[in-house]
């Protein structure tokens, strides 16, 4: 039986679309998100992959989005979950559901930098090289166990939208490789 990986993704949707570009594509069955808008969901249908959306403004509180966005997944059967731009933390109840099948990216060379301005954490350091990391998601924010990381240099002239865009090129790569070896793709 083929591997199922469902995407989280909250925003434009590039690591997904490099996924959807590779030659994991028909392992892909779900992608869902956390914003009706995100564009993410655009490049879902656009190759024809199923779509979810668990808005958290649709919940009262906090419990009620965590126990619908684990429903969600759950009701999708991954062997896999990828966190590709999901810009959520998820719960303690979500992550033991799911241990040791949910992997994140990262724009960082943990353990530095964790958080969501890495990048910009980065280069406020003044380190000469940052880059990315794939990890499996814990209960806490970026300290999973690392899977794989690519360093990439920064350069002279280098701002947070430039460093960014090389991090992404290289994270991308990394992500499609870490997936490859986890679910056992034969090249």
Known sequence: MAPRI???????????????????????FAVGTDRGDA?????????GVPTFVVDPTAFANRADWDEALQE???????????SA????????????AFAGRI???HPALLPQFPGAHAVRDSLAA???????????IDEGVDTGPIIA????EILPGDDEATLHERIKVAERSLLIAVINELIGVEK
């Open 85 to 96: 731009g999901f810009m959520r933390i998820l719960c303690p109840e979500f992550v033991a």
């Open 126 to 136: 003044g380190v000469r090289e940052t880059g990315c990391t794939v990890h499996y």
């Open 39 to 47: 564009g993410a969901l655009g490049r879902a249908v656009n190759r």
């Open 72 to 82: 969600a997944v759950s009701a999708q059967e991954p062997d896999l979950i990828v």
């Open 149 to 152: 990381q690519v360093t990439v």
């Open 103 to 105: 992997i994140n990216t």
């Open 6 to 28: 469902v995407v989280l993704a909250s925003g434009s949707g590039t690591l997904l679309q490099a996924l959807l570009d590779s030659d994991l594509r028909p392992f892909v």
